[in-house]
């Protein structure tokens, strides 16, 4: 695994985790949350897109890179392109 895979899968994981404490805020659901999730994962699940399969990360469980990339996408576009902007920083 290279380091970029490494960091991509950190980002990841921080990212999904942050998504679903926002779920439950306060003492109850967050419907805006909620319906943030599930329109991102129906926009990835519809369209095929798979940032693990993207750079070259083999998942063996079908389609969990699919529902990640999901989760990123409900975070929306500005967290997506901090993303990018991460993983396309040069490496010292």
Do not use: C
């Not at 290279?2 to 003492?27: D, F, H």
């Not at 999730?37 to 940032?51: N, Q, R, T």
């Not at 699919?66 to 990123?72: D, K």
């Amino acid at each position: 695994m290279q380091l970029l895979q490494l960091v991509v899968l950190a980002l990841i994981g921080e990212a999904v985790w942050e998504s679903l404490k926002m779920v439950w805020q306060e003492g109850k659901l967050s419907v805006d949350r909620i319906g943030a999730l599930v329109i991102g994962l129906l926009i990835a699940f519809v369209s095929g897109a798979d940032l693990l399969s993207l750079i070259n990360i083999p998942v063996s469980v079908p389609y969990v890179g699919i529902a990640l990339t999901g989760i990123l996408i409900s975070r929306g576009a500005n967290f997506v392109h901090d993303i990018l902007k991460k993983i396309e920083q040069p490496q010292t």
